[in-house]
């Protein structure tokens, strides 16, 4: 089991509200990710990022924001929520320095905007 | 474009039998192909990964395969447990940027039943 931790697992939100879903590792991964993944669908980089103070955007447009301040932390952050916002959003990091660079993921939250 | 597909969807078998799992893409320049678990609710859980030069590998009950030359891999299960119900992902890896972008499958979703 990955020591990358997700919260909250299950949000259901009114549209317009401010949220942050929060992600942590513990295992010093230089690289973090969040994906947006919809029931039956591959899942969509948003995000990454490659340290702290550094972060991009991914490969499906997204109105969310990150921040990487520390190492262990990538919180995303929607300052609008909307029903188009409604998905699942997971969270990954890996280490730039093993050769696979292999992903590892959290348990993801589940949101909903009503 | 860089695509993974895989077949079938769905699939339904019943304990103790095998099933194998299909995953074609034409991602390009290839670096690696995984194969990840996703349990309902749950993150993605690596399963096998393989380069270019690996054409099988093994973890326990679990087998993939790679053909690089027909961009085709495999995963076989064996003796299927109830546990193995979740939905299979292939995920390729290129090297044409410095990101090692990630290409997911939609996955097939197993079902074991007793």
């Known amino acids: 089991e990955a020591d990358i931790y997700q919260t909250p697992r299950y949000l259901v939100i009114g549209t317009g509200k401010k949220i942050t879903l929060e992600c942590s590792q513990t295992?010093?991964?230089?690289?973090m990710y969040w994906y947006q993944q919809d029931p039956g669908m591959e899942l969509h980089l948003i995000h990454y990022?490659?340290?702290?103070?550094?972060?991009e955007k991914g490969d499906l447009s997204s109105e969310s924001t990150v921040s990487r301040i520390r190492t262990e932390h990538f919180p995303l952050t929607l300052e609008s929520a909307r029903p188009s916002h409604t998905s699942q959003y997971l969270c990954?990091?890996?280490?730039?320095?093993?050769?696979?660079?292999?992903?590892?993921f959290g348990p993801g939250t589940r949101l909903t905007v009503l | 474009k860089n695509q993974v597909e895989q077949s079938p969807q769905s699939l339904i078998i019943l304990e103790g039998k095998n099933c194998t799992l299909q995953?074609?893409?034409?991602?390009?320049?290839?670096?690696?192909l995984r194969w990840y678990k996703q349990d309902t609710g749950r993150g993605p859980v690596s399963l096998t990964i393989m380069t270019f030069s690996e054409n099988t590998k093994s973890n326990g009950r679990y087998t993939a395969t790679l053909d690089a030359d027909t961009k085709q891999s495999s995963l076989h299960i064996t003796a299927s447990q109830l546990s193995d119900s979740a939905s299979y992902i292939c995920?390729?890896?290129?090297?044409?940027?410095?990101?090692?972008?990630?290409?997911f499958g939609r996955g097939t979703q197993l079902t074991v039943w007793p």
């Open positions: 990954a990091s890996s280490f730039s320095g093993e050769r696979t660079d292999t992903q590892y």
């Open positions: 995920v390729v890896s290129d090297r044409g940027s410095t990101l090692g972008r990630l290409y």
């Open positions: 995953c074609n893409y034409t991602v390009s320049p290839f670096s690696n």
């Open positions: 295992m010093g991964h230089d690289k």
């Open positions: 990022s490659y340290g702290v103070n550094s972060t």
